[in-house]
């Protein structure tokens, strides 16, 4: 049985910046689920149009580039069952037992399931996008359909700001990055019209200038569409206008799609018995060696993922020093 | 020779041990938290990807505790997914050209005094923060900062301090400019002095309204306007005209449907569509509006009306103290490498946004410190002309190109002697032969 004094449970950004800066204070081993580490951040593009729009996303690279070859690392395998001992944890994952003194669960989270809003998906679903599948797009140089498109229409608050889906919180990253994307798309492709329905725009924290910029390039309309139906040639939104439902026709429309809870951040809530939150967001105990960090604990951007799990990291020195 | 692969790869191709084996160098793995006994004269090889940066790869030599001239880094991410064939001359090329360095190269870390200088004076909520993780702040009325090594020192005192926090001043500026007639009845309050112009006042129920510009985010501001509906019943009935409501924070979702379940009503509406007169006593303002949905203006009498100002923070004239050998300029981050507080010199911070953040970011510039390595070559990217007098005169023929965007020379250290004829020979003092500090994280340009 390998003894380590902290456990960090998950490879995203978070998992990282806390295990590169517990380097060399104790024994840190990090477990990651899937093959591979970075977790939803590398899956994220760079948006930059001819000026930088301080997205952070070569922030979360750097960090997983200096992880890569800093951190010790098992992937592929995630903590199957948990004992409780008199001082730290024996945890069963899907190959080898550890023992921990401290755990710390950075699970993250996974953009909402647009399946759970079947009114936005009638008919084929080829022109209709979340913001992270354009992500990857973009980060593939994949845009070679919506040099054909003129006009195009961003969806804003899909699985946020919706009590009635037990998702009352704002996920704190689609405004900014659904902005982003369109000054990106607009830089490309500069004869494209693009229409943003959204409640508020959330701008805030990094990059104000750059995103109210592209806020004003682009038609805001205040009030979110309550269903869209794509055809051969186009999708219709539609939306209410004074009281009569009415129809707008567009090439393309995106989807800007709130954060949930990870199914690895759910099971670990199970495993550890915490508390959670609306979306399934674990609330950590703070008194019995159980610590969480990023987006396990609730939506955030990157530099502020970051940030929390500096500060976690400089709390866990502090107990590894007693 | 002898060759240890760094990676955190653990399965090793063909390719990789078979080429080794027939070059006779033995070579053994070494994994992140396997880093003692290796031999003074082997090689490190790194087997990552071509991103990493020369900082980088300084600092594994650090923790390896080799020669930095040993470390190679074979771009293996990027090139693993070739076909065998081109991976295998690939490699044997790389095998080639390593070359033992003639000169050693003493490397450790420094770390930045443990002082922090704030400039102006900072207020006590960040003095306490800095208590609490234990870093001595100190201020000054006026002096010169110069720097030394990794340190600054506060120049008529002579004091060595280790960062240097700037303390933006916050301006604030009206939602919109309100007419001379509407600030003499007046009814005009700030924020912050609502409350207790509301406890004051009779049992009467009043009406408020608030006016917030677009984009407004200040999380403290919205605390308050989202309290303003656990005011007493009789206290008021509060409008809130606001383009966009700040709802992005942990809570404040919750917070906004509490206040309007208790009755704030919250219009969102750009303010251009709101004008303001006084009322015929002069003792309200009259407040009339269009919704964005309907066309029809609303009116209403308000007896308190509170624009809540938007903030923009101006910096301390920082150009005048600093003191270097040449003009540095105080940048602030266009550079999303930087952290948000970090400016384009390292060690300069700018106290905007989160106190405890800052404190975070400044504690760990100063335990991380830098790579300070004696024995370098450096090459000033700014004064080098191209005149190539040292290419000529180099005995061992270690100037190269690089090639660069900056376009100035590199000296290749594995091949350099150290004679010193090229920094003779400069014409514009470019080379020279010094210490190298390099400042790690995201604290540089």
Excluded at chain 1, 86 to 111: M, S
Excluded at chain 1, 213 to 231: G, H, Q, T
Excluded at chain 1, 287 to 302: H, L, M, N, Q, R
Excluded at chain 2, 258 to 276: I, N, T, W, Y
Aim: proline share 6%.
């Amino acid at each position: 049985m390998e003894r380590v004094d902290v456990l960090v449970v998950g490879g995203g950004i978070a998992g990282l910046t806390v295990a590169s800066a517990l380097q060399g204070k104790g024994d840190v081993l990090l477990l990651e689920e899937k093959a591979y580490l970075g977790g939803l951040a590398v899956e994220l593009s760079c948006k930059a149009t001819d000026r930088c729009l301080r997205c952070g996303v070569c922030r979360a690279t750097e960090v997983v580039r200096k992880g890569r070859i800093g951190v010790e690392s098992i992937t592929g395998e995630s903590p199957r069952a948990v004992v409780r001992e008199k001082r730290g944890f024996r945890i069963t994952t899907d190959r080898r037992e550890l023992a921990a003194r401290l755990i710390v669960l950075a699970t993250g989270a996974v953009p909402f399931p647009v399946e759970e809003f079947p009114q936005y998906l009638w008919g084929r679903r080829e022109r209709i996008f979340t913001g992270f599948e354009l992500e990857r797009r973009l980060k593939d140089s994949n845009l070679e359909e919506f040099a054909a498109f003129r006009s195009l229409a961003f969806v804003q608050c899909v699985g946020s700001r919706n009590a009635r889906k037990r998702l009352g919180y704002c996920s704190q990253v689609c405004c900014r990055y659904a902005l982003r994307l369109a000054a990106n798309l607009r830089f490309r492709f500069p004869e494209i019209t693009i229409d943003v329905y959204s409640m508020d725009l959330q701008v805030l924290g990094d990059g104000q200038e750059a995103l109210r910029d592209a806020a004003l390039s682009v038609f805001r309309y205040r009030s979110l569409p309550f269903a869209l139906e794509e055809d051969a040639d186009g999708v219709t939104v539609f939306v209410e206008v004074d009281g009569k439902a009415t129809g707008r026709r567009y090439d393309a429309v995106v989807l800007s799609v709130g954060l949930v809870a990870s199914p690895g951040t759910q099971r670990m809530a199970e495993l550890f018995h915490l508390p959670q939150r609306e979306g399934g967001f674990i609330v950590p105990h703070l008194w019995d060696g159980v610590f969480a960090c990023g987006t396990a604990t609730g939506p955030k951007d990157i530099t502020s993922t970051i940030f929390e799990a500096e500060k976690l990291s400089k709390e866990l020195q502090a107990f590894l020093g007693r | 020779m002898q060759v240890a692969l760094f990676g955190s790869d653990r399965s090793l191709p063909l390719w990789v041990t078979e080429e080794l084996e027939r070059m006779a160098f033995s070579f053994e793995v070494v994994t992140p938290e396997k880093t003692k006994a290796l031999l003074p004269s082997s090689f490190v090889v790194v087997l990552g990807s071509a991103l990493l940066t020369e900082d980088e790869v300084a600092e594994l030599a650090l923790r390896l505790g080799v020669n930095p001239l040993r470390v190679a880094v074979f771009p293996y991410e990027e090139v693993r997914d070739l076909p065998e064939e081109k991976c295998r001359t690939l490699w044997q090329g790389f095998l080639r050209s390593l070359v033992p360095p003639k000169i050693d190269v003493a490397a450790f870390r420094v770390t930045p005094t443990r002082r922090v200088l704030l400039y102006p004076e900072g207020d006590e909520r960040l003095c306490e923060a800095f208590a609490r993780a234990r870093i001595p702040v100190v201020s000054f009325p006026s002096f010169v900062l110069s720097r030394k090594g990794v340190d600054f020192h506060v120049m008529p005192h002579d004091i060595p301090v280790g960062a240097c926090v700037l303390i933006p001043s916050l301006q604030e500026e009206p939602p919109v400019v309100l007419p001379r007639e509407v600030l003499d009845t007046g009814r005009v309050v700030a924020l912050e002095r609502l409350p207790q112009v509301l406890g004051l006042s009779s049992l009467r129920k009043m009406c408020v309204v608030l006016l917030v510009p677009s984009p407004h985010p200040y999380p403290e501001d919205w605390e308050r306007i989202f309290a303003l509906a656990s005011l007493p019943p009789q206290g008021a009935q509060v409008l809130v005209l606001a383009e966009e409501v700040f709802v992005a924070r942990e809570g404040f979702e919750e917070a906004f449907r509490r206040a309007r379940e208790a009755g704030v009503l919250f219009e969102k509406l750009p303010l251009s569509r709101v004008s303001l007169s006084p009322s015929l006593d002069m003792r309200r303002v009259v407040v009339t509006y269009t919704p964005e949905k309907d066309p029809f203006p609303v009116r209403c009498e308000a007896h308190w009306l509170v624009p809540v100002s938007r903030k923009t923070c101006v910096l301390p004239p920082f150009d005048k103290v600093l003191l270097s050998d040449r003009e540095v300029v105080l940048e602030l981050p266009e550079n999303p490498n930087l952290l948000p507080f970090a400016t384009n010199i390292p060690g300069v911070f700018v106290a905007w946004g989160d106190v405890e953040d800052l404190v975070v970011t400044v504690s760990r510039y100063l335990e991380e410190g830098s790579i300070q390595e004696e024995g370098r070559v450096r090459v000033d990217a700014e004064r080098c002309a191209l005149c190539l007098t040292c290419l000529r005169s180099c005995p061992t023929g270690a100037i190269e190109l690089s090639g660069d965007l900056k376009r100035c020379i590199a000296v290749n250290e594995a091949l350099c002697a150290r004679c010193g004829i090229c920094a003779g020979l400069c014409p514009a003092k470019a080379i020279t032969f010094e210490v190298v500090h390099r400042v790690l994280g995201n604290h540089r340009l």
